[in-house]
């Protein structure tokens, strides 16, 4: 059916041509265009027009001048005409939606009447309707064969999220009652998305902005892994929902990562950007249009735009504009303007707005300034709200994105509509709440509205029923975190013997991993769960032969023949492809590895991710995610790869990792290990397995893997306990010396305690007992626990940590020696007998030769001999005099370059 010009041209205007006129012919130009343009509709119709316009644009792109922009006009694109009917009741959904709205704002304004937790209003204000009409017709909850819509809520928008669970039964006015007050009797509720605090509510965090949106984009992708992998059963597919704020997209984060779904077509994501053009200080973009910008970026990046800018009273208004006008008007203002026309009365938007061109004044003479200034926004438009969503639901072969023109606090009037203080504002006074009520028709009475009356209608009311009914149709509540533990197969440790015995070649932990996880993928339990995630560095870590073995995922599968096809490890591209490779991102690397390690929760199939990376650019560049990843409950393995300050040497200071063991040792969830020998990786993974998989702990791990080749023992008798717990004496010192020291090593930086304690006892008369030190962590968690349940009963028998139990009888002096920082080990030195001493990495580091390094940072072989002496000169063990011939035996210069640390 071909579209009339006006249908077309008439209401819409087509892209907007930014470019100005400047040589005085532009009128005459325009004309002629037009008429081309509406003869080329009436005999082509739109679409071949369309394809017409595409390719005279192309062209002029092959020019040194700039094309219009990817942006249409500033209206709606949806047309009226083209809306589907709304298919819910409207008036009982807007009385549910007011309810929702007073509980929301109720229990942030109570908690703040007596405390000073704090809570935001004017985010959920702005974006009731935004959520509402997805509850009532599109979020799709977990059913057995359907996992349920994956839905990322702006975090600060949780107390509508909580108001309507209050409403659905969900939450009891105590929990309401305790917003942001956790610790308060009978339980409260979390600030924000928390899974970790709201196992059973909440998905997926999202408060720290930006990362609820890269995390929603790899989610989506990985939900299309996992059905190519043939790993999931559902009916049909779920969609990934995520709300976001307009000020949030200014993080990286946000759209740093959004080609992503494009390129894979991934038609399974919808986001929602809550353009209510306000952050938290003042206006995103003032000087511009937030919403005309992030069209530009996302249609330039692959992605099925829709915008919601207008309410259903402008479209008459725009519909009798002939002049073309009120699209420029509409165009020329900027942010700040329309800012300004919500917090202004609607004499000022008539004018301002309208008035700037008289001819647009006639447009609003029928209605009173009361009626302009009530005049919608799109987002708090239900039945522009439904049209995006139906569209977005149905769109194929590209991801979408709804820019959702709304108010910041709607609905607060003077309290904070539209002002920049409303991200802000907790409290309302008497008068604001009666205002409030009377807005949104809450039967609430006056003798009681001080005491902000949480309200709930019946279970047998209208207005119940009908959100109970939509939500059972739907499949169900949304957030709710569903966990049905799923056990797997998981090897037990005599599966990998062959790993527990003496390497017969010197080789690094980084290739004994290599090892372990081929011996996993052979593994029939749970091979077809493991996830192995790279970021561009396979070849780094030698594990490019799994390319060929387990292939890269790839939603096209190889469109080319790779230039290495000839050869064992070629770049293998396949549809059903195992490992993520994701480029150089780290931050999309955590995403997945997040989407992969909660799979157990949000599909009720367990993976085991396998995250490998340089280890410099884990926590350090993207700690955030690895915090979320304790927030999430995510399970799994993160390998850093190249750590140790020294190890990896000729990088240079960028490169080398002295501190991942610390900043992983600051997740409550994560469980760091620094292993210094195959079999003790082996022991570690196979419990983790067991842990996570089998007895269903919520907890992940991270491993240091280093790149120095060095002589793989086989593991001594019953050392598999100390392995775990973080401390086990590896090597016993020489029997028949006086003097007794102890070295505590790990990682690569074992080679140096272990040879160390050979000199000490041949040259120096010292009988040292090498330790392996696998998590400072995990020893100092535990004797923390023991410490404060001491300090609290101060009269029953003191506990015992594992570390002071292990080392009670141990005599002389204590030192250990790291590849990282000295506060990795020192973690544990409370709980030393006699204290330690302990040799680190600090500083920056250097690209140079390993043993300059380790000469340099003070952990070589001949440091640690020395730091053993003195460690027992300072306990008068020995005399200082023996430590001073050490220095000239083994040829160290007192006086050498240090690193420098202020
Ligand atoms: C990473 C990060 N930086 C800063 C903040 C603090 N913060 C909380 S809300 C907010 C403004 C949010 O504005 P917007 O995204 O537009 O959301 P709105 O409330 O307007 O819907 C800021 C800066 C945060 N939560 N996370
Ligand atoms: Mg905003």
């Known amino acids: 059916m071909k579209a009339s010009k006006k249908e077309i041209y008439g209401s819409r205007g087509g892209i907007t041509s930014t470019a100005t006129n400047g040589n005085g012919h532009g009128d005459k130009l325009d004309e002629s265009l037009q008429s081309v343009f509406e003869l080329a509709l009436e005999s ?101 064969d359907f996992p349920g819509d994956q839905v990322y809520f702006q975090g600060h928008a949780a107390p509508g999220m909580y108001a309507r669970a209050f409403m659905e039964g969900r939450l009891d006015e105590q929990h309401l009652q305790n917003f942001r007050q956790e610790l308060a009797g009978g339980g409260g509720l979390s600030s924000y998305p928390h899974p970790y605090l709201m196992p059973d509510f909440w998905q997926f965090p999202t408060v720290s902005m930006g990362l609820g949106p890269i995390m929603s984009l790899y989610q989506a992708r990985f939900n299309r892994y996992l059905q190519a992998r043939g790993l999931t059963n559902w009916k049909e597919e779920p969609k990934v929902w995520a709300f976001l704020g307009d000020g949030e997209s200014d993080e990286p984060e946000s ?71 009120l699209l420029k008007r509409m165009d020329e203002c900027v942010d700040g303007d329309y800012q300004k026309y919500i917090v202004e009365p609607g004499s000022y938007t008539r004018k301002h707005f309208f008035g700037k061109y008289p001819q647009l004044l006639e447009l609003v003479n029928h209605l009173s300034d009361e009626q302009i200034s009530k005049l919608l926004r799109g987002g708090h438009d239900v039945r522009k709200m439904y049209s995006a969503y139906k569209a977005a639901t149905d769109h194929k072969g590209q991801p979408t994105v709804i820019l959702a023109k709304t108010v910041k606090g709607y609905g607060l009037g003077e309290a904070g509509e539209g002002k920049n203080i409303s991200h802000q504002q907790k409290k309302m006074n008497e008068k604001e709440l009666r205002e409030f009520r009377k807005r949104f028709n809450i039967p609430i009475n006056d003798d009681v509205i001080a005491d902000m009356p949480f309200f709930r209608p019946p279970p047998d009311s209208i207005e119940s029923k009908y959100l109970l009914d939509r939500r059972k149709k739907l499949g169900g509540f949304i957030p709710a975190r569903i966990v049905k533990p799923v056990t797997l197969d998981v090897p037990k440790l005599d599966y990998f013997t062959e790993l527990l015995k003496a390497g017969k070649t010197e080789v690094s932990t980084t290739t004994a991993f290599g090892g372990l996880l081929r011996l996993l993928l052979r593994h029939k339990g749970i091979s077809k769960c493991l996830v192995p995630i790279i970021p561009d560095e396979a070849r780094t870590f030698g594990l490019d032969v799994l390319f060929r073995e387990i292939g890269i995922y790839s939603a096209k599968g190889q469109l080319y023949e790779p230039v290495d096809r000839n050869i064992l490890s070629f770049y293998n591209e396949t549809k059903d492809g195992q490992i993520l490779e994701e480029g150089i991102t780290e931050a999309g690397s955590m995403a997945s590895f997040i989407a992969s390690g909660t799979s157990y929760a949000s599909h009720g199939t367990p993976t085991i991710p396998f995250y490998i990376y340089y280890s410099m650019f ?36 960028q490169h080398q990792d002295g ?71 590896f090597k016993p010192g020489a029997e028949d010396k006086k003097v ?16 160390a304690q050979e000199i000490l006892a041949e040259k120096y008369g010292v009988s040292a007992d090498v330790w392996s030190a696998t998590s400072y962590k995990l020893l100092r968690s535990d004797a923390i626990r023991c410490q404060r349940w001491n300090m609290l009963h101060p009269t029953l028998p003191a506990k015992k940590s594992y570390v002071e139990t292990l080392l009670a009888k141990e005599t002389g002096a204590f030192v250990a020696v790291s590849d990282n920082i000295r506060t990795v080990p020192d973690q544990i030195a409370p709980w030393i007998p006699g204290g330690l001493f302990t040799l680190g990495t600090d500083g920056f580091g250097r690209s140079d030769t390993r043993e300059r390094l380790r000469r340099f940072f003070g952990v070589d072989v001949e440091s640690t001999v020395i730091g053993t002496l003195y460690a027992l000169a300072e306990k008068k063990l020995i005399d200082r005099k023996v430590v001073a011939q050490a220095i000239k035996d083994l040829g160290v210069d007192p006086d050498m370059a240090q690193p420098e640390i202020v």
């Not at 955030?624 to 200071?653: H, M, P, Q, V």
Request: glycine content about 10%.
């Open 255 to 325: 759209l740093g990562a959004i080609t992503l779904a494009a390129r894979e077509n991934l038609d399974n994501i919808i986001w929602v950007v809550n353009c209510n053009l306000q952050r938290l200080d003042g206006p995103v973009r003032g000087n511009g249009k937030i919403i005309q910008e992030l069209e530009g970026l996302f249609r330039g990046a692959g992605w099925n735009v829709i915008k919601v800018i207008w309410g259903t009273e402008w479209d008459e208004i725009i519909r009798r504009d002939k002049s073309g006008l």
């Open 618 to 653: 884990g926590p350090q560049r993207v700690g955030d995610l690895f915090w979320l990843a304790g927030d999430i409950r995510a399970k799994g393995f993160l390998l850093g790869a190249t750590s140790g300050r020294t190890s990896l040497n000729g990088e240079g200071l």
């Open 659 to 729: 501190h991942s063991l610390l900043l992983t040792s600051t997740v409550p969830t994560c469980l760091p290990y620094d292993p210094a020998f195959g079999f003790e990786l082996t022991v570690i993974v196979a419990d983790g397995l067991r842990r996570m998989y089998v007895e269903h702990e919520e907890i992940f791990y991270y491993l240091a893997l280093y790149n120095e080749n060095h002589p793989m023992p086989a593991m001594p008798g019953g050392a598999e306990e100390g392995i775990l717990k973080g401390l086990y004496k």
């Open 44 to 144: 082509h119709g739109p679409e071949r027009t369309a394809q017409l316009l595409e390719k005279l644009a192309g062209q002029l792109r092959t020019t040194p001048r700039p094309v219009a922009g990817q942006t249409t006009p500033y209206i709606n694109t949806i047309r009226p005409e083209e809306q589907p009917q709304y298919p819910g009741d409207r008036d009982i959904e807007r009385r549910i939606k007011s309810i929702i709205r007073w509980n929301a704002m109720a229990m942030v304004v109570k908690a703040n009447s007596n405390t000073n937790v704090g809570g935001h209003i004017a985010s959920f204000a702005s974006s009731a309707t935004l959520y509402e009409v997805a509850q009532n017709h599109f979020f799709r909850g977990r059913t057995d």
């Open 740 to 755: 007794k020291a102890h070295i505590l090593g790990s990682g690569s930086i074992m080679q140096s305690a272990l040879k």
